[in-house]
């Protein structure tokens, strides 16, 4: 599967932003789909997950009450929808497919096989 992200941009504090991953060559729903980010001078970080068996979510601590990850089928698609963002959501976003279901392993960068290229959201004050 190929993954392509899009929708990063610059935005004011407090606004929102919806990023988009579009897989091709599989369903997204074979896999469990993570966004993950890297502000500069930083490590990469787990930002949500949905799983691929059941669909639920999981999100990081930081973003959770602002993020939502969702997925939909049809458009073979997964999303994150941002909200109230601040100077500290500035970062390149990742988005990944992972095989694995378990919650402490879809955390984790090393459990994602593939990876899109990333998208950069730059949040202004």
């Known amino acids: 599967v190929q993954l392509q992200a899009s929708g990063g941009g610059l935005v004011q504090a407090g606004g929102s932003l919806r990023l988009s991953c579009a897989a091709s060559?599989?369903?997204?729903?074979?896999?469990?789909m993570g966004w993950f980010r890297q502000a500069p001078g930083k490590e990469r970080e787990f930002v949500a997950a949905?799983?691929?068996?059941?669909?639920?979510?999981a999100i990081a601590d930081s973003v959770k009450g602002r993020f939502t990850i969702s997925r939909d089928n049809a458009k073979n698609s997964v999303y994150l929808q941002m909200n109230s963002l601040n100077n500290e959501d500035t970062a390149v976003y990742y988005c990944?497919?992972?095989?694995?279901?378990?919650?402490?392993?879809?955390?984790?960068?090393?459990?994602?096989?593939?990876w899109g290229q990333g998208t950069l959201v730059t949040v202004s004050s």
């Open positions: 990944a497919a992972s095989m694995t279901n378990i919650l402490s392993a879809i955390v984790r960068r090393a459990s994602h096989e593939l």
């Open positions: 060559g599989r369903t997204v729903s074979a896999y469990t």
């Open positions: 949905i799983r691929r068996f059941g669909g639920s979510t």
